[in-house]
């Protein structure tokens, strides 16, 4: 099951899909895929 987490507030959640908002914050479009230390690792290589 895909991870999702909050931009703003750090939130985790665990769904199929992104929600639209936030569940915690409330926030609308912040929830993105949870990066991994892969992920990280990665992104200090470019």
Avoid: I, R, V, W
């Amino acid at each position: 099951m895909p991870h999702f987490e909050c931009t703003k507030c750090k939130y985790k959640l665990d769904k199929d899909k992104a929600p639209p908002l936030c569940p915690y914050c409330s926030e609308e479009g912040t929830m993105a895929p949870e990066k991994s230390a892969q992920d990280f690792l990665n992104e200090s290589e470019l």
